[in-house]
């Protein structure tokens, strides 16, 4: 099993900042991606931001250029650095990881509030 445990969500202004880590604990060996997906009220559950064991990343379209995903391979962590936050990036920020050959992992989510 891999737990995921996200921190730094919060409320902040728009156009301020803030960045969520993510630390995967557990049985770690053999992930794959990792990455962020987001759920706003009323809205499915979308990508924002992925990145795999060898570095490459992808993005959604509405976060990209204010957004950064970051990971730690050493200390099995992701980061996601958001910047110029709008209102629609109000949502519930789940961590994502997956193995090789095995089950997807999410985190419990952490708020992100964005005030107009």
């Known amino acids: 099993q891999v737990q995921l445990v996200e921190s730094g969500g919060g409320l902040v202004q728009a156009g301020g900042s803030l960045r969520l880590s993510c630390a995967a604990s557990g049985s770690i060996f053999n992930i794959n991606a990792m990455g962020w997906y987001r759920q706003a009220p009323g809205k499915q559950r979308e990508s924002v931001a992925i990145?795999?064991?060898?570095?490459?990343?992808s993005y959604a379209d509405s976060v990209k250029g204010r957004f950064t995903i970051s990971r730690d391979n050493a200390k099995n962590t992701v980061y996601l650095q958001m910047t110029t936050l709008k209102p629609e990036d109000t949502a519930v920020y789940y961590c994502y990881a997956n193995k090789f050959y095995g089950p997807d992992y999410w985190g419990q989510g952490t708020q992100v509030t964005v005030s107009s």
């Open positions: 990145v795999t064991r060898g570095g490459s990343t």
